[in-house]
T-cell receptor
Framework: EAGVTQSPTHLIKTRGQQATLRCSPI?????VYWYQQALGLGLQFLLW???????NRGNFPPRFSGRQFPNYSSELNVNALELEDSALYLC????????????FGPGTRLTVT | AQSVTQLDSQVPVFEEAPVELRCNYS??????LFWYVQYPNQGLQLLLK??????LVKGINGFEAEFNKSQTSFHLRKPSVHISDTAEYFC?????????????FGTGTKLQVIP
């Protein structure tokens, strides 16, 4: 069974540009979560999608957005990039049952210069 | 409100010594509890989970954790660590209320195993 995949592995952008990160969940998982892991700041919850709908978002500005497609894959968009957006962005998926564990992808390293 | 506290940001321990990584949580409703491990330059991997039942939970790589409801703790233990256990460990809490799911991660504990 294939795990959660993320692309690209690395992404380098300049300030003000837009970044698009992609995630494919494990087959059969309907929930996708996005996290930001910046140096020294731990794992910060960004967004949760389930069945194509945004269910919850963390304390991030609106320039962080995303969507979930009918095949449950997901995209995270970050507009008007700022230097402090440089981080590892992790995607995780879980089955639809309540409280089930999350399966993480390897992450996308976003560097904003 | 729901929160997770990992009091120790770094824990150095000698190889083959026992280790305990502490996790305390606060929540007004029932929760599910997890420990994840993150090796350098990788995503997180589930170590173990507590959903219900026995309060002592065994996970992969010889780790175990005990759910203590009265102390709202879920400490992770291993009787004898190996160099390969050097990683960052995250405690997480999930609660579901009326279909609304909230996941909270702790800030992580870096375990450094010293040869």
């Amino acid at each position: 069974e294939a795990g959660v995949t993320q692309s690209p592995t690395h992404l380098i952008k300049t300030r003000g540009q837009q970044a698009t990160l992609r995630c494919s969940p494990i087959s059969g998982h309907t929930s996708v979560y996005w996290y930001q892991q910046a140096l020294g700041l731990g794992l910060q919850f960004l967004l949760w999608y389930d069945e194509g709908e945004e269910r919850n978002r963390g304390n991030f500005p609106p320039r962080f957005s995303g969507r979930q497609f009918p095949n449950y894959s997901s995209e995270l968009n970050v507009n008007a990039l700022e230097l402090e957006d440089s981080a590892l962005y992790l995607c995780a998926s879980s089955p639809c049952e309540a409280g089930r564990e999350q399966y993480f992808g390897p992450g996308t390293r976003l560097t904003v210069t | 409100a729901q929160s997770v506290t990992q009091l120790d940001s770094q824990v150095p321990v000698f190889e083959e010594a026992p280790v305990e990584l502490r996790c305390n949580y606060s929540s007004s409703v029932s929760v599910y509890l997890f420990w994840y491990v993150q090796y350098p330059n990788q995503g997180l991997q589930l170590l173990l989970k507590y959903l219900s039942g026995s309060t002592l939970v065994k996970g992969i790589n010889g780790f175990e954790a005990e759910f203590n409801k009265s102390q709202t703790s879920f400490h992770l233990r291993k009787p004898s660590v190996h160099i390969s256990d050097t990683a960052e460990y995250f405690c997480a809490v999930t609660r579901t209320t009326g279909g609304y799911q909230k996941v909270t991660f702790g800030t992580g504990t870096k375990l450094q195993v010293i040869p």
